[in-house]
């Protein structure tokens, strides 16, 4: 039998590596490590460098949208 908890997924981690700038530099190189939650809400955070090797650090909260 299919219940309620059984379609609620698990807490689940993801990690990778983030890139931002435009054409003339980059600000942001660095790895990142995410969470979601049983609610699909998601943190993460992450630590990189910028151009001019000085350290760099992000911190993100999602929510899904819609169905």
Known sequence: TI?????????EFY????LAGNREQFSYVGGE??????RKKIIGAGIGINQ???PNVSFRMMWKIGK
């Open 33 to 38: 490590l995410l969470y979601r939650s049983k």
């Open 52 to 54: 001019n090797l000085q």
């Open 15 to 18: 990690y990778g590596f983030g």
């Open 3 to 11: 219940t309620r908890d059984s379609l609620i997924s698990k807490n």
